[in-house]
């Protein structure tokens, strides 16, 4: 198992910060990828952060009402050592999916 | 046993193991290590961090930090020290941490690696396996997802090859490292979580022993089956393609991540009578032109699937190989379905880029429908 | 062999309008697991957009788990709809006449008994609160429910001093309506909307104001606010107009940060999947 | 040195567990250099002069197709390699390393095949010379020499042998130093404390780019502190300082105090290769204010000062040479091209099936062997 700080995210357009509003989940709990971490507002929005991974919650900064800077710490994960620290996504194992099909006549064969 | 191996699970079927592509291609480097004195993995991160796909996960911790070392951050390098290491006796396993970051290393690679054996007249061999993170689908940042196996099997000197899955992954890399030779050693990172069945080689080892003693009181009854991966694990099981399923209509050639992705292909086509065959090629380099012949001898039509881009990729290669070899037979010429002539792009393209489950329906069909003229 | 050509299996809706072509940008999210009920259509607020309103919001993921088909729009001039140059094309009934065409072009059907997924449920926020009272009370046959958000039963932007802002816009001259200066400032910092755009809306609001006791809806109605919300004057006065309104107040939010809050959308999804 | 901001100490650990000693701050001495040595310099550097010009004859002669003579260097190349034990050492030559080969012991029959164009590496056996085969890339072997010599840390399992570890040299000159590949090898060295020589001949030239269009900061061993490597540079031309250096050098590396660098300011006396014509990059009079005193005769005229050698010993050490270049240019001009079989046969150790075909098309279609 590895530890795994996520910081607050760069949320574009040049701010610098957010408020924590609500804490979604709790420390100790198993999170998936996407699921919502917190609602946090910045001075153009409220928003709610999903999760950049599934894990278990090991740690979590900021109450309501506190501001974090971009790039410091919100939260951290465990994961399992088979998922962390890579560059790039897990990608999704979906059931496969077509809209071409095939047509032949192969009794000549 | 290694962190990694915490993922593993007990297998199905007796004497086999359940692991990722990671978890294999960790346990594999494990028993290379316990193995053989002189093997040496090297690398960025690859010590501590047990590398940033954490294939290398404890190895340092179990078999020394003199063995298993993190180096600073240049490929060439690592290459470098690695051929050194070869001269002064070992056996380096480097890696290299994606794809992309091969080709600072192309001078070492190219120029060195691959010709030290030839310069030194056989006297300086290369049992080098350099071990690369490949290909893409993980929507990572540039240079992190290339195909680069057309280049380096290209070079006079290199042998490539790919693992499509666990068993492949844990096996292939175990004929790389023993090998006297210099090997690239292409390893799909969108296939790294994927779990399967492993069969280890103690496993097939006991495996063997009772088969053998069972064989002298049911020879008469032996229904010429045998059992999973068991025959794969022989060395002559590993130097050439696999018939990852079989079929009777048209073979698709892949390697790599392609092969998962062939076999839904192939499950989808037989939802419209399409029997295909899917040959996984696993070595690039050499290129096992029997199993194409005598595959594609068979189903008379061949797509050949890869994600590199299509002008002078390797899917030329194969469509020549089978073309000298089945000409008289095709139905139909060689259909190539590939990435396009354009640098990697970037995740949001990834799906438009990597050949996808229509394209190469399409590649199929176009094959199917083929009339000479 | 059957072939489909392009990426996208629904091929693009076409109409003829009157007037101006809006360009209006609209998407829709299918839920995993589809409930037997009627899609809810998102209208947000002024100078904001179906990605902030909604997707960053966590609305939009909410309702799909919920199992909820979302119809979700930008109106003109924001998000990535096109701003045209008519102020026409921004005024409330000309907005209501578009919700209506792309509620039907998503697949809302009228309201038929028997039918539980038949109607349409409608979400607005803030000045979308206005747009849905007064589209929930012209189109009782299609609409089922409402729920309005950080709502007022006057409009903030018919107080909007037009002249003031254009001054402002123009060479910086300070502008002295409190109310005014806010959304100025709302707006410039909303990523993706045309000032200009905003302008227009805001002088087709002050032509048609909100008169909420004008038309009132008759569908239920669900009224959530932040506690802290200044601009939920009047709030009272809605709930007077339809006594049978369910009101939530959500405790230490305003009107910006309501939007996020789990009780807000709790609320509502509990609220729209009654039958 | 200007230190800006707080110095921290790095958290991180080396790759390497029961790491070598520090460092010196200066290379060790050692003792001077013997009599009966600057005799042995003065036999391998005739030799070297004479099997040097006689190749550049040959070439003209057309018995080789070209040649990289090193006229000039003579001091640097056997002074350097003496510092070293063939039996437990290794070099890692460029393409100019006739004296380092010839002190190393490899035949020079073997050594002069490369030129001959019989086969790229030359036709000596480096595993057992302990000379690599000659390669054209410029610092492409510096690399090969810190693995080399890492490999030999790991051979010591965290013990110093008593003999101490067995040390690279590797060398390299003013126009390799520029390539990226000498950085990555100073730095892997210094980070792995390795046992290898860094052996710099900077010459002057590099084909017809100078030193000082070639070397930011005028110096490679200046390099040295940036990597804390210990380093010297030496009058190249003078063959016992020269040996002295490396001796030294080899001294720290070979203690388990990890790399060290030499740098021989020496001249190139002669043409880059024959075909190169220096007369466009520099003239005769630069040559021989530039190319200062010849470093064999400046070694005849010490052992003779000194004492160590009476002219008649040296005059046979000359005709031995002479010999010697004769043997050669005869074993030369008898060297026969090699098989074809052999392009395929030494790729690899196991050769692929697909070269065996090539092979078998090539034997039939060209009637040859």
């Known amino acids: 198992m590895a530890e795994l700080p996520f910081p607050l995210p760069d949320l574009g357009e040049g701010l610098i910060e957010a408020t924590v509003l609500e804490w979604l989940v709790a420390e100790g709990d198993q999170v998936e990828r996407n699921q919502p971490l917190v609602e946090v507002e910045t001075t153009k929005s409220a928003l709610e952060l999903p999760s950049p991974q599934s894990g278990k919650v090991l740690k979590l900064y900021g109450a309501p009402g506190e501001v974090i800077k971009v790039g410091e710490p919100l939260i951290v994960f465990e994961v399992a050592d088979d998922t962390a620290g890579i560059v790039g996504t897990v990608p999704s194992e979906d059931a496969p999916k077509r809209r071409v099909r095939l047509n032949a006549n192969l009794d000549e064969d | 046993m290694s962190e990694t191996l915490t993922t593993s699970e007990a297998g199905a079927g007796a004497g086999t193991v359940t692991l990722s592509l990671q978890g294999a291609l960790n346990l594999a480097l494990d028993e290379l290590l316990a193995e053989d004195p002189k093997a040496l993995v090297l690398g960025e991160d690859v010590g501590t961090l047990g590398g940033v796909f954490r294939v290398t996960s404890g190895l340092a911790a179990k078999h020394g930090a003199e063995r298993v070392f993190d180096t600073p951050l240049a490929e060439s390098g690592i290459l470098g020290m690695s051929i050194g290491l070869a001269m002064a006796g070992f056996h380096p396993v480097p890696e290299v941490q994606f794809d992309g970051f091969a080709y600072p290393a192309i001078n070492q690679i190219v120029c060195q690696l691959a010709r030290m054996n030839y310069r030194s007249r056989g006297a300086v061999p290369m049992p080098v396996t350099l071990r690369v993170p490949s290909f893409g689908g993980i929507r990572a940042p540039e240079h992190h997802g290339e195909s680069l196996e057309a280049l380096f099997a290209h070079v006079p000197g290199l042998k490539v090859v790919s693992p499509a899955d666990p068993q492949q992954g844990y096996s292939l890399l175990k004929a790389a490292v023993r090998m006297p030779d210099p090997v690239i050693f292409m390893e799909p990172k969108s296939r790294y979580w994927q779990k399967g069945e492993v069969v280890t080689e103690a496993a097939a080892a006991a495996s063997a022993a009772a088969a053998a003693s069972a064989a002298a009181a049911a020879a008469a009854t032996n229904d010429g089956g045998r059992s999973l991966g068991a025959a794969d694990l022989t060395d002559a099981g590993l130097t050439g393609a696999r018939i990852a399923r079989p079929g009777r209509h048209l073979t698709l050639v892949a390697w790599g991540a392609m092969v998962a992705r062939c076999l839904q292909v192939a499950d989808l086509a037989a939802e419209d009578g399409i029997d295909v065959e899917v040959l996984d090629l696993r070595w690039l380099k050499p290129i096992d032109a029997e199993a194409l012949a005598s595959s594609v001898g068979k189903t008379r039509r061949a797509v050949v699937v890869h994600e590199g881009p299509r002008t002078s990729g390797l899917g030329a290669e194969v469509a020549q190989l089978v073309t000298e070899r089945c000409f008289g037979t095709l139905k139909a010429p060689v259909e190539r379905v590939t990435g396009f002539d354009v640098p990697y792009p970037s995740g949001d393209l990834e799906d438009e880029y990597i050949p996808n489950i229509d394209r190469i329906l399409f590649g199929i069909q176009r094959v199917l429908e083929y009339k000479r003229g | ?275 | 040195m200007q230190t800006l901001g707080t110095r921290t100490t790095a958290a991180g650990r080396a790759g390497l567990a029961g790491a070598p000693r520090e460092p010196l701050a200066e290379l060790p001495a050692v003792a001077p250099v013997a009599p009966n040595e600057l005799v042995e310099l003065y036999r391998l550097m005739t030799s070297v002069r004479q099997l040097d010009v006689a190749a550049i004859s040959w070439q003209r002669q057309g018995i080789l197709p070209a040649y990289a003579p090193e006229l000039g260097q003579e001091a640097a190349q056997v002074g350097s390699a003496l510092a070293l034990d063939p039996s437990r050492d290794f070099a890692f030559p460029t393409y100019r390393e006739l004296g380092v080969a010839r002190a190393f012991g490899v035949d020079m029959v073997e050594y002069m095949s490369t030129h001959k164009a019989t086969w790229h590496g030359g036709l000596w056996d480096a595993a057992t010379t302990h000379v690599a085969p000659i390669q054209a890339v410029v610092a492409g072997s510096v690399l090969h020499a810190v693995g080399w010599a890492h490999g030999q840390t790991l051979e010591a399992h965290g013990e110093l042998p008593a003999q101490g570890l067995a040390v690279a040299i590797t060398y390299l000159g003013d126009g390799a130093s520029s390539q990226g590949d000498v950085h990555e090898a100073m730095n892997f060295a210094g980070v792995f404390k390795a046992p290898v020589v860094f052996f710099v001949q900077n010459n002057g030239w590099a084909i017809s780019v100078p030193t000082e269009k070639q070397v930011a900061g005028g110096s490679v061993a200046a390099r040295g502190a940036g990597y804390g490597i210990p380093a010297v540079q030496v009058d190249g031309n003078d063959a016992a300082a020269v040996l002295e250096a490396t001796r030294r050098a080899v001294a720290h590396a070979r203690s388990g105090h990890g790399p060290a660098i030499v740098e021989a300011m020496t001249y190139r006396r002669g043409p880059h290769a024959t075909s190169d014509d220096p007369g466009r990059y520099r003239t005769l009079d630069e040559e021989r204010e530039d190319a200062g005193q010849d470093p064999l005769a400046r070694l005849r005229e010490l052992i003779l000062a000194e004492g160590a050698a009476t002219e008649e010993i040296l005059a046979e050490a000359d005709a031995a040479g002479a010999a010697e270049a004769e043997r050669v240019r005869l074993g030369v001009i008898a060297l026969g091209p090699r098989r074809g079989a052999e392009m395929f046969d030494l790729v690899f150790q196991e050769p692929t099936d697909e070269l065996l075909r090539q092979k078998a098309n090539w034997r039939e279609e060209s009637e040859h062997e």
């Open chain 3, 1 to 275: 062999m059957e072939m489909t050509t392009g990426r996208h299996a629904g091929a693009a809706v076409h109409h003829t309008v009157e007037g101006t072509d809006p360009g209006l940008n609209v998407q829709t999210y299918e839920p995993e697991h589809p409930a037997a009920l009627p899609p809810v259509l998102l209208i947000h607020g002024f100078a904001s957009s179906i990605a902030l309103n909604w997707e960053q919001s966590g609305w939009i993921s909410a309702l799909r788990e919920a199992g909820r088909y979302v119809i979700a729009v930008d109106l003109p001039g924001h998000g990535l709809s096109s701003a045209p140059e008519d102020v026409d094309s921004y005024s409330p009934s000309r907005i209501r006449a578009d919700l209506l065409q792309i509620a039907s072009d998503a697949g809302a059907r009228p309201i038929e008994p028997g039918h539980p997924d038949s109607g349409l449920d409608v979400v607005g926020y803030s000045l979308g609160s206005r747009l849905a009272w007064e589209f929930g009370a012209t189109q009782p046959a299609i609409v089922r429910r409402l729920v309005l958000g950080g709502p007022s039963s006057r409009d903030p932007l018919a107080e909007f001093d037009l002249v003031a802002a254009q001054r402002f816009l123009a060479d910086g001259t300070p502008i002295e309506d409190a109310s005014t200066a806010g959304l100025v400032t709302m707006a410039q910092a909303s990523p993706g909307s045309d000032m200009y755009a905003l302008l227009s809306l805001v002088e087709a609001v002050k032509e048609e104001p909100f008169d909420a006791a004008e038309a009132v809806p008759k569908q239920p109605l669900l009224i959530v606010a932040g506690e802290k919300d200044e601009r939920v004057e009047g709030l009272e006065g809605l709930h007077g107009l339809v006594p049978s309104a369910k009101v939530v107040v959500i405790p230490g939010r305003n009107h910006v940060n309501a939007v996020t809050a789990r009780a807000f959308k709790q609320a509502a999804i509990e609220f729209l999947g009654e039958g």
